[in-house]
């Protein structure tokens, strides 16, 4: 069956679908249901395959993305994107990387189904406008005007600089460093004075249920959980360095912004259900 165009472009379309989902779990349902669909598809009737597989698993995305988003207004505290163990092999293509990071995916959930849909299909996969078009159910000129918007949105909100992998496993190897210790000055100075943190324990887990802002407060956050039983670990997360940890056994996943040589925002996922895919890394690709 690995003749098959659905298995040859499998990457590609858990990549469109989780980029427009921020869940891996919901990715792989929205392929299931595509693969259904593809398997009562006339082939010869299809002239671009790929170009009709993404078409298919978009439509699933968006009807998936209009379900969730009833269900993520009751969700419990903030929401994360669902973390990726990923090989360092995904950083090598520096725009698939920032589009599957924690920090970009955070950006797109303020866009609305369809603005996300063409946002990605546009300004990540590089669709032409007649095929998002078609695969949104909107004209091409509707199409244009709605990925200028979504562009200016995400514009507006995404980190300002991009930093080297050098800087990032640095800064981030002191972050993880002063955690471990839970000395809350090391702490404070390696994040900058206005920094975030969100925190998404989904109910299941104990987490901040609204944003922490300031180093100092940040610090003493979470210094109080690292004065448990503490162990962390340096991973590629969502095509970047990014820290694996425990507290009192109970693992958690740490994805960080630098800017300028400290983090300005940390993103902890501690809700278990989103913390299944860090043991083998997610199959990526544009």
Not at 170 to 194: H, Y
Request: zero cysteines; aromatic letters at 6%.
């Amino acid at each position: 069956m690995t003749g098959d165009p659905f298995v040859a472009h499998r990457s590609l379309l858990f990549t469109v679908a989780y980029e427009m989902l921020g869940s891996a779990a919901d990715a792989e349902d929205v392929l299931q249901e595509s693969w259904l669909r593809w398997a009562g598809v006339d082939r010869t009737k299809v002239r671009d395959q790929r170009a009709y597989l993404i078409r298919v698993v978009t439509r699933q995305a968006l009807n998936r993305l209009r379900t969730l988003a009833r269900s993520r207004e009751d969700y419990v505290g903030e929401w994360l994107p669902e973390p990726l163990l990923t090989s360092p092999d995904v950083a090598e293509d520096v725009e698939l990387a920032e589009s599957v990071s924690i920090a970009m995916l955070t950006v797109l959930e303020t866009l609305g189904p369809t603005e996300r849909a063409v946002f990605v299909l546009r300004e990540v996969f590089e669709v032409p406008y007649e095929e998002i078009a078609e695969a949104t159910g909107k004209s091409a000129a509707a199409v244009r005007q709605i990925a200028r918007r979504a562009r200016e949105h995400v514009a507006a909100r995404r980190p300002r600089m991009r930093v080297s992998r050098a800087e990032q496993q640095a800064v981030t190897e002191r972050f993880l460093a002063a955690l471990r210790t839970g000395r809350l000055q090391e702490l404070m100075e390696v994040m900058a004075p206005d920094v975030v943190l969100i925190a998404d324990g989904g109910g299941f887990a104990a987490a901040a249920l609204a944003p922490v802002h300031g180093a100092e407060l940040v610090a003493r956050v979470l210094s109080s959980a690292s004065q448990r039983a503490f162990a962390s670990t340096t991973v590629w997360l969502n095509g970047a360095p990014a820290g694996r940890i425990e507290v009192g056994g109970e693992p958690a996943a740490v994805s960080l912004v630098v800017e300028d040589g400290r983090v300005t925002r940390v993103y902890l996922v501690r809700n278990p259900r989103k913390l299944t895919r860090l043991d083998e890394p997610a199959d990526l690709a544009r």
